[in-house]
């Protein structure tokens, strides 16, 4: 079965860390919805920046809709049709943001994976906020299945991640990869505890060669480059 091409995106410092440092958000909102994508695959982790879990109490409740979330200036043009599906693994049902989440004008609909084992009341509460789920997995969300599932069931045939280093190792190291497109700022971390790109087990042994195929200096110094895998590459 096909799966979708994918593109691990990110803006890092000089020293490959994603965080614990001065990015340029605009510049890199404006070239990750810029490019062509029909489905974002986001983090737990970073899906949690939409906002503040809900109570206990609200989860049960039948709440109404959040009015849409409001966009610094410049950021509003970004928004362009027809927006893209957002996906987010979620198997232990750590999230319960969503209405935050919908809010957010970027995506169009939202899909969390989810697996076997995820316990029922999270797919419950997920019904309740209108979030579609995607069972893929056991214990854990079998990302090359649910890729696999995407393309059939939502006809998803490219994804970029928005991501920090663990999905984005998961995904490299599943051989789910196709492309690694990156912003290099200016800039040095100052956070040496800050997650990196991405984040590989301890035992691979060997990972792909990767072939540059595109590269531009911005007006700032920082550099825009883009690397391809070898097809079905899987790190060892």
């Known amino acids: 079965m096909e799966r979708p091409h994918l593109t691990v995106y990110n803006e890092i410092s000089l020293d490959g860390k994603i965080t614990g440092f001065d990015g340029d958000g605009i510049r890199y909102y404006t070239r990750g919805f810029r490019w062509p994508s029909d489905a974002i695959l986001m983090g737990s982790i970073t899906a ?15 709440l109404p809709p959040l009015p849409p979330a409001g966009l610094p200036p410049g950021f509003a043009e970004l928004v362009q049709e027809p927006r893209p599906l957002l996906v987010v693994p979620d198997s232990g049902g750590r999230l319960r943001n969503w209405r935050h989440a919908r809010a957010q004008p970027w995506y169009d609909r939202i899909v969390v994976l989810v697996g076997e084992r995820t316990p029922p009341e999270y797919l419950e509460h997920l019904d309740r906020r209108g979030i579609e789920h995607l069972t893929a997995g056991d214990e854990r969300v079998d990302l090359s299945l649910a890729l696999q599932q995407l393309r059939q069931e939502h006809a998803v045939r490219s994804i970029r991640t928005d991501a920090g280093g663990s999905l984005n190792g998961a995904l490299m190291t599943a051989g789910l990869v196709d492309r690694i497109a990156v912003i290099i700022a200016p800039r040095i971390g100052d956070d040496p505890e800050a997650q990196t790109l991405i984040r590989l087990p301890g035992s691979v042994a060997s990972t ?28 060892h």
């Open 208 to 235: 792909p060669e990767l072939r540059l195929v595109e590269s531009e200096v911005l007006d700032d110094g920082a550099l825009w480059l883009v690397y391809d895998l070898p097809a079905n590459e899987v790190v």
């Open 48 to 62: 949690q920046a939409f906002g503040p879990n809900e109570s206990a109490a609200e989860q049960l409740a039948d």
